[in-house]
């Protein structure tokens, strides 16, 4: 798959899954395990959802 992520989307989701995680790690929420989506996204560059909507907010093709 070709990459669909822009640089800010990416650390965006970066940020945003490595505090889930550690929210669920401290024990505040179990919820915070969703944040390795998030995390995962980030890290590949590749949102399967922006693939299937036709998104891409990458500036290089």
Known sequence: M???EGSIDRAV???LGIF???MALSGVT???WV???PLLTGLIGVC???A???INTCKVR
């Open 2 to 4: 070709a990459r669909n």
């Open 13 to 15: 989701r970066i940020f």
């Open 20 to 22: 889930l995680i550690g």
């Open 30 to 32: 179990a919820w915070g």
């Open 35 to 37: 944040g390795v989506v």
């Open 48 to 50: 399967p959802a922006y």
């Open 52 to 54: 299937i909507f036709g």
